[in-house]
């Protein structure tokens, strides 16, 4: 058992509307000359390429831009990635997007350094060192990526979701502007709103950093949960259950994006350093399977993973259920724990997440599948409140289908 905990996060945050203008001269500062910027073509017709090219070309930055990415890009999209930006010898590459995009970048800042195959880095600590400075710019909010360790792409030969962790993979600079959120269609704000509450909710749930079963002499990818990230969590909680339904809603309404670009970030630094868990572990082998968004499949399973873990952690549900803005002055602590699972089912429902996998072409004969999949990301295992058996998870796929 760990008796201290640490804390990671990018090397510069910069936040706020309009502060996109400042990446130019943040560029110049970091010795930046020449950028690939990693996006796709939806962002690229909507002119947010563009806006993010020109402080950087008005600074003398050199700039090239592959817009081959798309949702949980796979392992072929890496290599076009790769073969597109090796010959402009980048000193930096830029993620615009959402977390596939950002994760992209990500991975595509590994090979130019170190070469190999995405392969060579799954999993935990595999990145040998220092990779190419990394530049997140979000046009979502929900991945956290920006702040985070972590690429997830899609191994679509195995049907499975694979992520690569280091340290190394934070990035350099964050630039996270509200106002590039606003041409976010509702379907994906409320994708990757719920995401950022997932994050939020099993950063907050996750074993404590003191209980935590590691090996100390061995770096770990979470350090569990502990006051700081709990701090973060709250806040992100509270600014999902307060702003992403108006989000979804009204697109327009810069204050609602501008909370919920704040709630994917603190969630981001949340989740990254004590853990996510239970939920991500089973999303992995579902989304490569049937292809549903990361966030829809988070935010799907999210209740029903709190339902299994409430035993386990009823006072820190029932605090969820008031930050959501539940009353729970004259609930008994079961009650009030359970009101938090409740609350989760609503918001899901508000923002049109469907409540059970069958929606995304999920079968009973596939479960047993993801289950035994999922049973083997011990790295997320160890992170739950509540440690499950292989026959735990298939309960909680089959309560979801």
């Given at each position: 058992?760990?008796?201290?905990?640490?804390?990671?996060?990018?090397?510069?945050?910069?936040?706020?509307?309009?502060?996109?203008?400042?990446?130019g001269?943040?560029?110049?500062?970091?010795?930046w000359?020449?950028?690939?910027?990693?996006?796709?073509?939806?962002?690229?017709?909507?002119?947010?390429?563009?806006?993010?090219?020109?402080?950087?070309?008005?600074?003398?930055?050199?700039?090239?831009?592959?817009?081959?990415?798309?949702?949980?890009?796979?392992?072929?999209?890496?290599?076009?990635?790769?073969?597109?930006?090796?010959?402009h010898?980048?000193?930096?590459?830029?993620?615009?997007?959402?977390?596939?995009?950002?994760?992209?970048?990500?991975?595509?800042?590994?090979?130019l350094t170190?070469?190999?195959?995405?392969?060579?880095?799954?999993?935990?600590?595999?990145?040998?060192?220092?990779v190419?400075?990394?530049?997140?710019?979000?046009?979502?909010?929900?991945?956290?990526?920006?702040?985070?360790?972590?690429?997830?792409?899609?191994?679509?030969?195995?049907?499975?979701?694979?992520?690569?962790l280091?340290q190394?993979?934070?990035p350099?600079?964050?630039v996270?502007?509200?106002?590039?959120?606003?041409?976010?269609?509702?379907?994906?704000?409320?994708?990757?709103?719920?995401?950022a509450?997932?994050?939020?909710?099993?950063?907050?749930?996750?074993?404590?950093?003191?209980?935590?079963?590691?090996n100390?002499?061995?770096?770990?990818?979470?350090?569990?949960?502990?006051p700081?990230?709990?701090?973060?969590?709250?806040?992100?909680?509270?600014?999902?259950?307060?702003?992403?339904?108006?989000?979804?809603?009204?697109?327009?309404?810069?204050?609602?994006?501008?909370?919920m670009?704040?709630?994917?970030?603190?969630?981001?630094?949340?989740?990254s350093?004590c853990g996510?868990?239970?939920v991500?572990?089973?999303?992995?082998?579902?989304?490569?399977?049937?292809?549903?968004?990361?966030?829809?499949?988070?935010?799907?399973?999210?209740?029903?993973?709190?339902?299994?873990?409430?035993?386990?952690?009823?006072?820190?549900?029932?605090?969820?259920?008031?930050?959501?803005?539940?009353?729970?002055?004259?609930?008994?602590?079961?009650?009030a724990?359970?009101?938090?699972?409740?609350?989760?089912?609503?918001?899901?429902?508000?923002?049109?997440?469907?409540?059970?996998?069958?929606?995304?072409?999920?079968?009973?004969?596939?479960?047993?599948?993801?289950a035994?999949?999922?049973?083997?990301?011990?790295?997320?295992?160890?992170?739950n409140?509540?440690?499950?058996?292989?026959?735990?998870?298939?309960?909680?796929?089959?309560?979801?289908?």
């Amino acid at each position: 058992m760990p008796d201290a905990w640490n804390f990671y996060s990018a090397g510069q945050l910069m936040f706020g509307r309009k502060s996109i203008a400042q990446l130019g001269r943040c560029a110049v500062e970091n010795g930046w000359q020449k950028i690939v910027i990693v996006t796709d073509p939806i962002l690229a017709s909507l002119g947010l390429v563009d806006r993010v090219k020109a402080p950087l070309e008005a600074a003398g930055v050199t700039v090239h831009v592959f817009d081959g990415s798309c949702a949980e890009p796979s392992l072929e999209v890496v290599a076009n990635c790769e073969a597109f930006a090796q010959p402009h010898q980048p000193d930096a590459v830029l993620g615009l997007g959402g977390g596939s995009n950002i994760d992209l970048a990500k991975m595509l800042a590994i090979l130019l350094t170190h070469g190999g195959q995405p392969s060579d880095y799954f999993s935990w600590n595999q990145v040998p060192g220092p990779v190419l400075p990394i530049i997140a710019v979000p046009t979502t909010s929900g991945t956290g990526s920006e702040v985070s360790q972590s690429s997830v792409l899609t191994d679509i030969e195995n049907q499975m979701k694979v992520s690569t962790l280091s340290q190394y993979l934070r990035p350099r600079l964050a630039v996270v502007d509200p106002e590039l959120t606003v041409s976010c269609p509702p379907q994906v704000t409320a994708d990757s709103g719920i995401d950022a509450l997932t994050h939020a909710v099993e950063a907050y749930l996750a074993t404590d950093y003191n209980q935590l079963e590691v090996n100390g002499n061995e770096s770990q990818p979470y350090s569990g949960s502990n006051p700081l990230t709990d701090t973060l969590a709250e806040k992100a909680i509270r600014l999902v259950g307060g702003h992403l339904r108006t989000a979804v809603a009204s697109g327009e309404d810069i204050n609602a994006r501008e909370q919920m670009a704040l709630a994917a970030t603190l969630a981001g630094l949340a989740f990254s350093n004590c853990g996510v868990a239970v939920v991500h572990a089973l999303e992995y082998p579902i989304g490569g399977a049937v292809h549903c968004s990361h966030g829809a499949g988070n935010g799907l399973l999210l209740p029903y993973v709190m339902q299994f873990n409430l035993p386990v952690r009823k006072e820190k549900l029932a605090n969820i259920a008031g930050w959501l803005g539940v009353s729970t002055e004259n609930l008994t602590p079961v009650e009030a724990a359970q009101a938090a699972v409740d609350a989760v089912h609503q918001l899901k429902k508000d923002i049109g997440i469907p409540e059970k996998l069958r929606a995304f072409g999920t079968t009973a004969e596939m479960l047993p599948g993801f289950a035994a999949k999922s049973i083997t990301i011990s790295r997320l295992m160890l992170t739950n409140p509540r440690k499950p058996s292989e026959a735990d998870l298939l309960q909680i796929l089959q309560e979801a289908l």
